[in-house]
């Protein structure tokens, strides 16, 4: 029987929510000229409500680039970063590169939770109706 290939999924031009903030992804080259991407994978604009991933990475560093700057939406969006434990930058930028390196690294050793979390999650979401 053959195996069904799942559809490729890109992030470009997705949003994300949190709670009460949505979040545009984009894919963007870097422009050295304006100093945007030219040094990091990826960055996320509180401000603009919005996370750019360099293009070009391979699959391995998009996936940990955009788990890195969802932490930085976490982060933000628990209140850590204006009024906790994590309002100094230098804090929560390793916070989040040590939890995003080693999630990806967790899910790469386990690559069955992945998978076991999407299917409890769908299940609930089909209890609910």
């Not at 955009?66 to 390793?94: M, N, P, Q, W």
């Not at 916070?95 to 967790?106: P, Q, S």
């Amino acid at each position: 029987m053959p195996t069904k290939t799942k559809p490729f999924i890109s992030l470009h031009n997705k949003k994300v929510s949190l709670n009460f903030i949505d979040v545009d992804l984009v894919i963007t080259k870097p422009d050295f000229a304006n100093d945007n991407m030219a040094d990091c994978y990826g960055q996320y604009h509180r401000r603009r409500n919005l996370i750019e991933i360099q293009h070009g990475l391979s699959d391995l560093d998009e996936i940990n680039t955009i788990v890195h700057e969802l932490f930085h939406l976490i982060a933000y969006a628990s209140g850590e970063v204006t009024a906790g434990c994590l309002k100094d930058d230098t804090d929560e930028e390793r916070l989040v590169n040590n939890f995003a390196n080693l999630l990806i690294t967790l899910f790469r050793q386990n690559a069955w939770l992945l998978e076991y979390l999407q299917q409890r999650l769908s299940d609930n979401d089909h209890n609910k109706k």
